[in-house]
T-cell receptor, first 111, second 109 residues
Framework: KQEVTQIPAALSVPEGENLVLNCSFT??????LQWFRQDPGKGLTSLLL?????REQTSGRLNASLDKSSGRSTLYIAASQPGDSATYLC??????????FGQGTRLTINP | DGGITQSPKYLFRKEGQNVTLSCEQN?????MYWYRQDPGQGLRLIYY???????QKGDIAEGYSVSREKKESFPLTVTSAQKNPTAFYLC????????FGSGTRLTVV
């Protein structure tokens, strides 16, 4: 059974820093790996989707990588801003677009 | 604007009562999903439907039921058999990428 783990559970950094969020998964047979953002009390916003045949995806200041052999994905945020403060969730697609989620990393960017 | 509408935003349920959470989408997506989120945890899949009149159990389907009579609608009923229903419920649809609703927070009183 697929298990997804995110470390750390919470992270607080000063504005302007570059940072990395980590995600690990136990079953390398995933179709794709997706990163989401969740603001308090809100739904999820899709950030980046990496297909199993891809190694990384980029969108603006965000870059996500996928290493299926090691069961790891990272989300890199460049030049962090207070507006980046949110919970970031990674999820592996097990087929039929059924997602298995990690517990999330709660990110706080301090002005 | 296209999207997913979940209602109500907040819902209170008495012990032994069934309640239904609404999820409507105007994106023309075939696949729809219901997830449950507990504090400090990731989302867990309750039910999903890949086409009208068909749905499948997810990882935590016990105590829940769904229907998919129309493409745009995928309501979730939380039955009295669900012993710990207090949670944040999220509906999603998929076509190339996921679109999530804004959620319903259900509390047992």
């Amino acid at each position: 059974k697929q298990e997804v783990t995110q470390i750390p559970a919470a992270l607080s950094v000063p504005e302007g820093e570059n940072l990395v969020l980590n995600c690990s998964f136990t079953d390398s047979a995933i179709y794709n790996l997706q990163w989401f953002r969740q603001d308090p009390g809100k739904g999820l916003t899709s950030l980046l989707l990496i297909q199993s045949s891809q190694r990384e995806q980029t969108s603006g200041r965000l870059n996500a990588s996928l290493d299926k052999s090691s069961g790891r994905s990272t989300l890199y945020i460049a030049a962090s801003q207070p507006g980046d403060s949110a919970t970031y969730l990674c999820a592996g697609n097990q087929g039929a677009q059924k997602l298995v989620f990690g517990q999330g990393t709660r990110l706080t960017i301090n002005p | 604007d296209g999207g997913i509408t979940q209602s109500p935003k907040y819902l209170f349920r008495k012990e032994g009562q069934n309640v239904t959470l609404s999820c409507e989408q105007n994106l023309n997506h075939d696949a729809m999903y219901w997830y449950r989120q507990d504090p400090g945890q990731g989302l867990r899949l309750i039910y999903y439907s890949q086409i009208v009149n068909d749905f499948q159990k997810g990882d935590i389907a016990e105590g829940y039921s769904v229907s998919r009579e129309k493409k745009e609608s995928f309501p979730l009923t939380v039955t009295s058999a669900q012993k710990n229903p207090t949670a944040f419920y999220l509906c999603a649809s998929f076509w190339g990428d996921y679109t999530f609703g804004s959620g319903t927070r259900l509390t047992v009183v």
